[in-house]
Structure formats: structure tokens, C-alpha cells
């Protein structure tokens, strides 16, 4: 088992960090590039919903991310301990959102399912939201 675990600001600014850091880690493996950019996709999702609906953008506040590898079984953990998601059946449906401006299409959950093997989300009102995303690459280390 290797892992990594890192925290930063609930700040936009810090999504590229995040995506870049997962993509870092992951490069021993010798990972494809459509298995990086899937992942930084989904790093992307996970990590912007902490910061924007999790967090309301405080920067005083922290998301949590860790990488678990085992052979080459992927395991992302993206936490926060923000606002929690009340209509939790809800949130892996298509074009659901709680976002009502134009810039949110309800599309994030979905483009993480479709792109990870599995998509675990645990998440207590005004506690946080876990998501433990599982995702394997080929074997072409
Ligand atoms: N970490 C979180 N904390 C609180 N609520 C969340 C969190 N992640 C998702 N949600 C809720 O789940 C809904 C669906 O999330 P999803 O990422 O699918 O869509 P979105 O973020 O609204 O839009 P898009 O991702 O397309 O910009 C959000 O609108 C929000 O209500
Ligand atoms: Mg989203």
C-alpha cells in the first residue's frame, strides 16, 4: 500500500493543486493519459463541490484529500466538514442540483460516477461529506 494525504484552503484557487498533486502521485504507475485526465476530472468534481457547496467558498476552512493505492486499485478520498447534503438520494442523479444560477448544470456527481469504478458518498447535515471513489488502472505499468 502506498498513500498520500493532503488539506488546503476551501478556496477555487487550490483546484488545480489538487487535480496536479493526485496526477503527481499517480505517475509511477505509469497511468495513460486518459486515465490521468479522468482522474484529475474527477478530482476536479469532487474537490470544487467541497470548496463551493461544502464550504461556500470560506477559505478558512479545510478539504481533506487522500490516495490510497494497493497493485493498482485507486482509492480517493475527497472530505470536507461543511454544510452536508440534505436530499442525499438525490445527488447522483443528472442536472440535480441545489445551485439555482447558470454556471451549475447538477452535472458533477454524475461525471464522477461515470469516470470511477465506484462512487461511495457519505454525508451528515452540518457534519460533512465524504466521497470514497474507487477507480482501477490497466495493467500497463
Ligand atoms: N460536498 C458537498 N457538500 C454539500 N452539498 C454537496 C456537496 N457535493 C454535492 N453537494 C450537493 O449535491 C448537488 C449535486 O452536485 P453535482 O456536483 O452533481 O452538481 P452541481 O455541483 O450542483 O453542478 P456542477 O457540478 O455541474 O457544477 C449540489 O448541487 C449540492 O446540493
Ligand atoms: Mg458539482
Not at 27 to 50: H, R
Not at 54 to 81: A, F, S, T, W
Not at 120 to 134: C, D, R, W
Request: hydrophobic share 40%; charged share 25%; proline share 3%.
Amino acid at each position: 500500500m502506498n498513500q498520500m494525504e493532503v488539506s488546503f484552503s476551501a478556496s477555487l484557487d487550490n483546484e488545480n493543486f489538487a487535480r496536479t498533486t493526485v496526477g503527481a502521485f499517480l505517475t509511477p504507475l505509469n497511468p495513460t493519459i486518459d486515465e490521468i485526465i479522468e482522474f484529475k476530472t474527477i478530482v476536479a468534481e469532487g474537490v470544487s463541490n467541497a470548496i463551493i457547496h461544502g464550504y461556500n467558498h470560506n477559505p478558512e476552512c479545510m478539504v481533506v484529500m487522500k490516495v490510497q493505492i494497493e497493485d493498482r486499485q485507486v482509492k480517493l478520498i475527497i472530505q470536507d466538514y461543511g454544510k452536508g447534503i440534505e436530499n442525499l438520494d438525490q445527488v447522483k442523479t443528472p442536472f440535480y442540483t441545489t445551485a439555482k444560477d447558470l454556471e451549475h448544470a447538477g452535472m458533477g456527481m454524475t461525471i464522477i460516477e461515470t469516470l470511477a469504478d465506484s462512487l461511495e458518498i457519505e454525508s451528515v447535515v452540518n457534519i460533512g461529506t465524504k466521497l470514497i471513489i474507487t477507480k482501477r488502472l490497466k495493467d500497463n505499468g
